[in-house]
């Protein structure tokens, strides 16, 4: 394999998960589909601007998406317009109105921070998503990538543009909390009777938890944006969804041998992290990864197949999922 196809898979000690980096010279990936194998992926590769600073009181509230497991697509993207609670009052509280896209399929072992914003204190009753542009990867009839959006055919459309997930929590004065929206991407996806697929979302909740077993940050790309003085963790900007959380580390943080401790962490590089929101509003690393040295050098996705090139050389095939 010459220099311009490297593919490196890689798992830390933990077992959090299997990633598989594509990094080429050419313009474009050729992606064919041959087979189904499936490689699980972190947060997303692509930069986002950072949202607006928080507003409101001085209680934080993270808001988090992960996706339960699905086979029906290769890949699903959807792009999330706005995100808002309900207060005990039936007031909606907005968090984010920020255009993100996600693609929800890598979520389901890859939980993100979708927004991070200061609120008031008092009771919450939900939780309130809008949503818009879906798309999704597929295997046709003769096994090849077909990609399925709103003029497709077939296409696919949503049901449902706004949902509610109920969320009951209380935050008291200066307090931290979070709460985890899943996505149930097995329940969501249907067929109507022209054979177009429909996307109604599905959605539950749960509060997040420090002793949660998949951190609430899991292999999330990100840059670093400054070091604690201190020298106990970092400022982190998330590639998804472009907020910034403040990383610590302890004697049990797993460090990538590429990176070794803390003191060789450097400003403006790039990494991947796994982490847990804890209750004073910080995030526990769990593990420490490199990453390559740009956002957009990064290729995530399922392994669908390899397949000799014209010069004999073998080449993987994937589907991406950015």
């Known amino acids: 394999m010459n220099d311009n196809h490297t593919f490196v898979g890689k798992s830390n000690s933990r077992n959090l998960r299997q990633e598989i980096y594509v ?7 050729f992606v064919s589909m041959l087979c189904a194998a499936i490689i699980s992926v972190g947060c997303g590769a692509k930069s986002a601007p950072p949202p607006p600073p928080p507003v409101g009181g001085t209680e934080s509230l993270a808001v988090f998406l992960k996706d339960a497991p699905a086979d ?22 907005s ?22 914003q200061n609120v008031d204190a008092g009771t919450y009753t939900g ?10 990867q597929m295997l046709d009839a003769n096994g090849n990538l077909t990609v399925i959006n709103s003029t497709s055919t077939p296409s696919i459309k949503l049901g449902q543009t706004s949902v509610t997930v109920p969320a009951a929590f209380t935050l008291a004065s200066k307090q931290n909390g979070g709460v985890v929206v899943d996505f149930d991407l097995a329940n969501s996806l249907a067929t109507d009777n022209s054979a177009n697929f429909v996307l109604t979302p599905t959605l539950t909740s749960s509060l997040s938890n ?24 970092f400022d982190f900007q998330l590639a998804e969804s472009g907020v910034t959380v403040h990383v610590v580390v302890d004697s049990n943080t ?29 995030y526990q690393g769990k593990a420490i990864d490199a990453s390559a040295s740009a956002l ?3 290729q995530q996705g399922l392994v669908i197949g390899t397949h000799a090139n014209d010069s004999g050389q073998t080449v993987v095939s994937v589907a991406v999922q950015d």
Request: hydrophobic share 40%; proline share 6%.
């Open 254 to 282: 797993f460090f990538d041998p590429a990176i070794q401790k803390l003191a060789n962490i450097t400003t403006g590089e790039i990494l991947e992290v796994t982490a847990s929101l804890k209750t004073d509003g910080t």
């Open 210 to 233: 420090p002793a949660d077993p998949t951190p609430q940050l899991t292999d999330c790309a990100g840059t670093v944006m400054g070091l604690a003085k201190d020298g106990t963790g």
């Open 296 to 298: 957009n050098a990064r």
């Open 23 to 29: 990094k080429t010279n050419h313009a474009a990936l």
């Open 95 to 116: 968090l984010t109105d920020t255009p993100r896209t996600y693609e929800l399929k890598h979520l389901s072992l890859a939980p993100t921070l979708a927004t991070l």
């Open 72 to 93: 029906s697509a290769l890949s699903m993207q959807v792009t999330v317009l706005s995100v808002s609670a309900v207060n005990s009052s039936g007031q909606s509280v």
């Open 127 to 136: 939780i309130t998503l809008t949503f818009s542009n879906p798309q999704m």
